[in-house]
């Protein structure tokens, strides 16, 4: 049974262009969380999405990011027009019914704006 | 908002000694969940433990275990007879509506 994939491993950007992170969740996960780990920091929650819903966008910065799990495929961590602030690692985790439930961890992004 | 605390930055020990991570927490709610992530150099996150607010029973597996004090907010992870391999950042989450995390601990086991 595969674990959470993120992909690509690692990606490097130059300012002003796009990012798109992608996650596949565990097969028989319906919910999907990601979180941004900046240089020597914790995990900062940034959004929670179940199949073709945002729940909780709570900890999304306001203006660049979005995020989708739409109902095939995988879901899309999009970061517009990046600065090097962005740069930082960034993880999908999923769980399989509720956010109740143990969050399993993709091995994470690592995103680098140059 | 909750708050999770992980006063140790950094630890050292030399292997086979015994290590304790430190958490602390601080809730108003009643039913939340605790859990431990290690990270090691790799980078990926790998899950420990889950601990829901009303099982206070401590658990042991392997060298793991953990003490769960809810009368003074504290979830602490203890490594008996430490290993290199051990050496990792080690994250401790709260959770009711969304997963909180602490600054991580980075514990080095030195050969």
């Known amino acids: 049974n595969a674990g959470v994939m993120q992909n690509p491993r690692h990606l490097v950007r130059r300012r002003g262009q796009e990012a798109r992170l992608r996650c596949s969740p565990m097969k028989g996960h319906s919910h999907v969380y990601w979180y941004r780990q900046l240089p020597e920091e914790g995990l900062k929650f940034m959004v929670y999405?179940?199949?073709?819903?945002?729940?909780?966008e709570s900890g999304m910065p306001k203006e660049r990011f979005s995020a989708e799990f739409p109902k095939e495929g995988p879901s899309i961590l999009r970061i517009q027009q990046v600065v090097r602030g962005d740069s930082a690692a960034y993880f999908c985790a999923s769980s399989p019914f509720s956010n109740q439930e143990t969050q399993y961890f993709g091995p994470g992004t690592r995103l680098l704006v140059l | 908002a909750q708050k999770v605390t992980q006063a140790q930055t950094e630890i050292s020990v030399v292997e086979k000694e015994d290590v304790t991570l430190d958490c602390v927490y601080e809730t108003r709610d009643t039913t939340y969940y605790l859990f431990w992530y290690k990270q090691p150099p790799s980078g990926e996150l790998v899950f420990l433990i889950r601990?829901?607010?009303?099982?206070?029973q401590n658990e042991i597996s392997g060298r793991y275990s953990w003490n769960f004090q809810k009368s003074t907010s504290s979830f602490n992870f203890t490594i008996t007879a430490s290993q290199v391999v051990d050496s990792a950042v080690y994250f401790c989450?709260?959770?009711?509506?969304?997963?909180?995390f602490g600054t991580g601990t980075r514990l080095t086991i030195i050969p």
């Open positions: 601990r829901n607010s009303f099982d206070e």
């Open positions: 999405l179940q199949k073709e819903n945002i729940i909780d």
């Open positions: 989450g709260y959770r009711d509506e969304k997963l909180t």
